[in-house]
């Protein structure tokens, strides 16, 4: 539940450019939101392996007109990785397990809409590849491509 704090926290913040208030809603959409999307965004440091292994998988996927942006603000949608560790009082080794999700405004702009969530399993190897894999399907389904 802490982790799934701090990706609030980051998406609150990466989408705080269209609040006008304190009432932030978020809303639920579903991956065929992605529809004819064409700018996206990494939220992650980029030095961090993690958006290295992502943006290098969706180059690699070659998807037409799929275009990246630095910038939260000028992007169509926006990918949120995070790697974490389980991590208990007495645990000497915390076990790593990736947390990703898919985020963009609502149509009013002053909501954000979640519109996939992704969790590994806990030790599992190339959660960010996975994740990215996993995006990469959910755009070609939603957008008929191969």
Partial sequence: MK??????????????????????????????????????????????????????EIKRAKIPGLLFVTEAEKADFTLIYTNERSVSGTEKNPVPFGMGM????????????????????IGERNAAVKFARKVIAEYKKANKLK
Avoid: C, W
């Fill in 102 to 121: 898919v985020a963009k405004n609502s149509a009013d702009g002053r909501k954000i809409r979640i519109l996939m969530k992704y969790q590994s399993k």
């Fill in 3 to 56: 982790n799934f704090k701090k990706i609030i926290l980051l998406i609150t913040l990466l989408f705080s450019f269209s609040v006008f208030s304190f009432g932030q809603i978020f809303e639920d959409g579903t991956p065929s939101d992605l529809k004819n999307l064409k700018k996206i965004h990494i939220a992650s440091e980029v030095t961090s392996p993690e958006y290295k292994q992502i943006q290098a």
